[in-house]
């Protein structure tokens, strides 16, 4: 098994925050995997894995879905948005702590619904966030988190503004500011895209310091470096 980061176990390793999966289970996990025999090779990145059939009989890819996905929408590249992705892993690796992080002290905005934009909610809430808000598109009856994580959340203090979608990440003098929403009547999804209308007069902004986008996410398949034909970046062809 080749491992690209310092550490085994994937997404639940370095996607779950350690209050709700503590890491010496999955430790336990992995050692119980290789002490079968199983030969695992950390920090070793593999950039091209149509080469490794020149040393194996196969190869089986399975880089799980690490890669975080911002909307394109103005002001997403400010220095202080990010992907839940990337910040869970950098706290996990212990790049980000209590006493050094960016979002201490902090309002923070987590733009998603789901279990993961949860996750990096209540990851900011211990790492000392002066205020935590999530906002999504669906209604907090369709949220896609769990209905016990949503009131887990707002227990902990995390404010929630369902029904909106997202105009632009304000800013001045390249600093956050907070995020331009509109209220929706949000429908569904159709072909994979949001399907919605914009309720007029409700334009707001939500103020906030930083931004963290938990909207979905993809696998990085830049090891196949073409070789191997792909939907949609996700499933490979077979």
Same mark, same amino acid.
């Given at each position: 098994v080749f491992e690209a980061l310092p550490k085994a176990g994937g997404m639940m390793r370095v996607g779950i925050p350690e209050y709700r999966l503590p890491y010496d289970l999955v430790q336990k996990e992995v050692d119980d995997i290789t002490m079968l025999g199983v030969e695992l090779k950390l920090n070793q990145r593999?950039?091209?894995a149509p080469a490794l059939l020149n040393d194996f009989d196969a190869v089986f890819i399975a880089v799980g879905a690490h890669t975080g996905i911002k909307l394109p929408i103005p002001g997403n590249d400010l220095p202080q948005t990010s992907v839940a992705t990337d910040f869970l892993r950098q706290v996990s690796l212990g790049e980000i702590? $209590?006493?050094?992080s960016p979002t201490s002290g902090k309002r923070v905005l987590v733009l998603g619904g789901g279990n993961v934009a949860i996750d990096a909610a209540m990851t900011a809430v211990r790492l000392g966030a002066s205020w935590v808000g999530m906002t999504c598109?669906? $209604?907090?009856?369709k949220m896609p988190a769990h209905d016990w994580e949503v009131r887990d959340a707002q227990e902990e203090g995390i404010e929630v503004f369902p029904g909106r979608t997202f105009r632009e990440v304000a800013s001045e003098d390249g600093h956050v500011t907070g995020v331009?929403?509109?209220n929706v009547n949000f429908r569904g999804f159709v072909e994979?895209?949001?399907?919605f209308d914009e309720l007029p007069g409700t334009e707001t902004v939500i103020p906030c310091d930083v931004v963290i986008f938990a909207i979905g996410q993809r696998p990085d398949l830049s090891a196949l470096g073409g070789k191997v034909e792909t939907v949609r970046n996700r499933t490979v062809a077979v």
């Open positions: 593999v950039n091209d702590s $209590s006493t050094q598109l669906e $209604s907090r009856e331009r929403t509109v994979g895209r949001p399907d």
